[in-house]
T-cell receptor, first 115, second 116 residues
Framework: AQKITQTQPGMFVQEKEAVTLDCTYD???????LFWYKQPSSGEMIFLIY??????QNATEGRYSLNFQKARKSANLVISASQLGDSAMYFC????????????FGTGTSLTVIP | DAGVTQSPTHLIKTRGQQVTLRCSPI?????VSWYQQVLGQGPQFIFQ???????GRGNFPDRFSARQFPNYSSELNVNALLLGDSALYLC???????????????FGAGTRLSVL
């Protein structure tokens, strides 16, 4: 089974609107971390936001927030007030265990912001 | 502060050749991980090194090897290159600690390898 599933290959959003990128995960480890990364065409993976499995509140970082629904095993990324510079690939990733030695990545979602 | 740096940025090799990719972690980070990202897919884990020891290995053949130096920089070696090895190779560093939040992996810009 896939550890991370991203079901939206491509998404479009109007500038200044909010957009939600979906991510579901699969693990039996009670301790895990969930991450979102942005990858522009240049290739560098840019860390956006982190959510720990024991965190009580949803993580927020500026215009990014993570809608964490543990029972449904989902960790959706919400980008508010979209900007043209948000156009990129977005990857959801998971680390199993407190200091797991690898990240599992999804296949990514390509986001295009329309002026 | 400098981020994760990788060299070279681009590389073209022919089948059967060997290649060495280099990575310098963020200052203070002792863990380095390598990932392969084939076009259109997410990164796949190859290796993790911590304090110069291999801590994890993904599902890659023995043609792939790596090492970490005393200054925590790392090299990834790939022998007997195949066409399918063409990919973006990403290096990530992290400061592994007792807190979950310290295991965020920060990535470099990658080395784009083309095998002809």
């Amino acid at each position: 089974a896939q550890k991370i599933t991203q079901t939206q290959p491509g998404m479009f959003v109007q500038e200044k609107e909010a957009v939600t990128l979906d991510c579901t995960y699969d693990t039996s480890d009670p301790s895990y971390g969930l991450f979102w990364y942005k990858q522009p065409s240049s290739g560098e993976m840019i860390f956006l936001i982190y959510q720990g499995s024991y965190d009580q509140q949803n993580a927020t970082e500026g215009r990014y927030s993570l809608n964490f629904q543990k029972a449904r095993k989902s960790a959706n990324l919400v980008i508010s007030a979209s900007q043209l510079g948000d156009s990129a690939m977005y990857f959801c990733a998971m680390r199993e265990g407190p200091t797991g030695n690898q990240f599992y990545f999804g296949t990514g979602t390509s986001l295009t912001v329309i002026p | 502060d400098a981020g994760v740096t990788q060299s070279p940025t681009h590389l073209i090799k022919t089948r059967g050749q060997q290649v060495t990719l280099r990575c310098s972690p963020i200052s203070g980070h002792k863990s380095v991980s390598w990932y392969q990202q084939v076009l259109g897919q997410g990164p796949q884990f190859i290796f993790q090194y911590y304090e110069k020891e291999e801590r994890g290995r993904g599902n890659f053949p023995d043609r792939f090897s790596a090492r970490q130096f005393p200054n925590y920089s790392s090299e990834l070696n790939v022998n007997a290159l195949l066409l399918g090895d063409s990919a973006l190779y990403l290096c990530a560093s992290s400061a592994i600690g007792s807190s979950l939040a310290k295991n965020i992996q920060y990535f470099g810009a990658g080395t784009r390898l083309s095998v002809l």
